[in-house]
């Protein structure tokens, strides 16, 4: 008694525990014979925990049953009254104790809770009998009403709304009888009674209920041939209603709406016309479908209302998107595509894309919902191409050869490029020759780098400077020998630089190109043996003085810048992106070709004539 752990309901279940026990244990096989009957019968089970399931309970309580309340009553009852048996006073030793506090407690907490669930079974009997008297008060002036003279729709929903009404209640209201009277039978059993009013419909309702089962029953047969006849013809409505129903989706699923094809003005006049057809259809069905469900048939599938409702919405919603998406669209394409900010427009067709891909799932797969994510698409793969040619490398046949790729139709000028807008440019189909358009690009810009070396080599050439030094004579001696002594020709000193431009060059041989002996200090020239009597007259005129005398010089570097021009332009010629530039960089091997020859001559020519000049020009050949 003394222990605070102990709570005093803890405190009456082990007081009252082992003759509890006892007595289950004794009357458990008779009882549980019993309940099983009873349930396996179906009398208890689902109207049982319907009667005893309190009002706000949710759908998965765990309802106790009246043998579950019946064992707990019991529990405190006997509590209680091994607790009255107690002595009033116990002596420990020479201590005599007063426990006639505690055992008032513990009277009062056994009472306490034997009341609390007692009180629960008598609410639930209370409730069922108010509620099944406000139903029959509802329903017994209505049967009694019905004549079967009446002959409209309204009457006949009311009569049948009534008869579905009594049935739907009899299934259940038979079992919730048999709960109830266990009910009453375990609150007598423990001393309880029911409330006055409670007690009067206790009474009276089996009676009630039972007399409008009859009234209900009367009333069917009387009126048998009645409703079979207005089942009829509600059944015939029902079958055209169905159809309207079926005509209206296999209209809507047929509509060109769907289409991308579909203008936004059709697809507004489109969809108004369903939607009023669908309102027309779903006011009539509010009392159709009601009909369908008292006559207990399946004529229509209204679900395809609700359905036909949101697959007008969702069109509703494409083609507001594709209305938000188009004008942005139709308004990039005005623009000049030379002057189109790709970075934005990656931006936004991003954001296009994502508020697309936000719509619902059920329209992924209409036409509409295709052509305008195609549309998005389309402008993202042409961004990259359109960043291609910018390149300044195009040119207008560039162009042509783009157009005649894609089967484009377009007139191609410089005017016309410069005019072009983004919405001509999308109309070749870019996207669908990507690999051609970057190789026509790529083709360009090599054939840039080819112009841009034949203008070069053009500029070098015809601009190209050559440089003739002044030849000194050798003064001829008056001792000189027969023999012709080795001379020197003497070049450099005051020398006068001289130019010359070059005009027609060509491709290079790999022949060795002769040095100039006139380039730089002596030149030596070769002993030779003759006689002025066996020379011809212009031999024997040169040492005449006829004049300053210019020598080619310094051409070893115009030679290696031959080789190498020489070399790039037979790498041009090979190349595929020659095509355009063959006859030119054909008419500059052949330029260059043609300077080296005239070259090596000029040079092979100006070394004998030193040689000669140096031995005609003694004294002794004079």
């Known amino acids: 008694l003394r222990s605070a752990a102990s709570s005093p309901q803890g405190l009456l279940r082990q007081i009252a525990s082992a003759k509890s026990d006892a ?3 004794a009357s458990g096989r008779s009882r549980a014979d019993s309940i099983g009957s009873m349930q396996s019968a179906g009398v208890l089970g689902t109207a049982e925990r319907s009667f005893l399931t309190p009002k706000n309970a949710t759908s998965n309580m765990n309802v106790p049953s009246l043998d579950d309340f019946d064992n707990e009553i019991d529990i405190y009852r006997v509590a209680r009254d091994n607790i009255h048996t107690l002595q009033d006073h116990q002596d420990v030793g020479w201590l005599r104790v007063d426990v006639k506090p505690i055992k008032q407690v513990l009277i009062t907490h056994a009472s306490r809770w034997m009341w609390t669930f007692t009180k629960y079974l008598t609410d639930q009997v209370t409730e069922m009998l108010t509620t099944l008297d406000k139903f029959l008060k509802r329903i017994e002036p209505d049967i009694e009403g019905i004549t079967g003279e009446e002959r409209d729709t309204a009457s006949f929903m009311r009569m049948m709304r009534l008869f579905n009404e009594v049935s739907a209640q009899q299934h259940e209201m038979d079992g919730k009888f048999q709960a109830m009277h266990r009910t009453v039978l375990l609150l007598e059993k423990y001393q309880m009674q029911l409330p006055a009013a409670t007690e009067k419909l206790f009474k009276a309702a089996p009676g009630r209920w039972n007399n409008l089962k009859t009234k209900v029953s009367l009333a069917k047969q009387r009126l048998g041939p009645r409703i079979q006849e207005e089942s009829k013809r509600i059944t015939k409505d029902l079958a055209r209603f169905g159809m309207r129903v079926e005509e209206l989706v296999s209209d809507i699923s047929q509509s060109e709406v769907y289409m991308r094809e579909c203008t936004f003005e059709n697809a507004w006049e489109i969809l108004g016309d369903f939607r009023r057809r669908l309102d027309h259809l779903e006011n009539e069905a509010q009392d159709l479908i009601e009909l369908q469900e008292l006559l207990e048939t399946a004529v229509v599938n209204f679900s395809l209302l609700p359905q036909c409702r949101q697959d007008l919405r969702n069109l509703k919603l494409v083609w507001e998107t594709w209305r ?8 990039w394409r005005l623009h000049r595509w030379q002057k189109i900010d790709t970075k934005f427009l990656r931006t936004a067709t991003q954001e296009q894309l994502a508020r697309v891909k936000g719509l619902p799932e059920d329209t992924f797969m209409w036409d509409v919902y295709m052509g305008m994510q195609e549309s998005i698409l389309i402008i993202q793969a042409c961004l990259p191409l359109i960043d ?3 390149n300044p490398a195009m040119r207008t046949r560039h162009w042509k050869q783009l157009v005649r790729i894609t089967g484009g139709v377009l007139q191609i000028d410089n005017d016309s490029l410069k005019k072009m807008t983004l919405g001509q440019l999308l109309e070749l189909g870019l996207q669908k020759h990507v690999d051609d358009v970057r190789n026509i690009v790529q083709r360009a810009v090599k054939e840039v780098t080819i112009e841009s070396s034949l203008k070069t080599y053009e500029e070098i050439w015809l601009s190209k400077l050559f440089e003739l030094l002044q030849h000194i004579k050798s003064k001829p001696t008056t001792t000189a020998p027969a023999l012709l002594d080795e001379g020197a020709s003497q070049y450099s000193g005051s020398e006068a630089t001289h130019t010359m431009t070059g005009d027609d060059t060509t491709r290079p041989s790999r022949r060795a190109r002769a040095t100039s002996r006139t380039s730089n200090n002596t030149s030596v020239s070769r002993t030779r043996r003759g006689s002025t009597a066996s020379l011809p007259a212009s031999l024997a005129n040169l040492g005449e003085d006829s004049g300053q005398l210019f020598l080619l010089s310094n051409t070893e ?23 355009s530039f063959s006859d030119e960089v054909l008419k ?8 080296e020859a005239v070259l090596t001559v000029w040079l092979e020519v100006q070394d004998k004539w030193v040689e000669l000049e140096e031995v005609f020009s003694g004294a002794d050949v004079r």
């Open 23 to 25: 007595r289950s244990s």
């Open 388 to 390: 291609d040619l910018r």
């Open 324 to 331: 938000v998406v188009s004008e942005q669209q139709n308004e």
């Open 588 to 595: 500059w091997q052949k330029r260059l070709q043609t300077i």
């Open 557 to 579: 570097t115009i030679f290696e810048e031959l080789e190498s021009h020489q070399v790039s332009l037979q790498s041009m010629g090979a190349s595929s992106a020659a095509g």
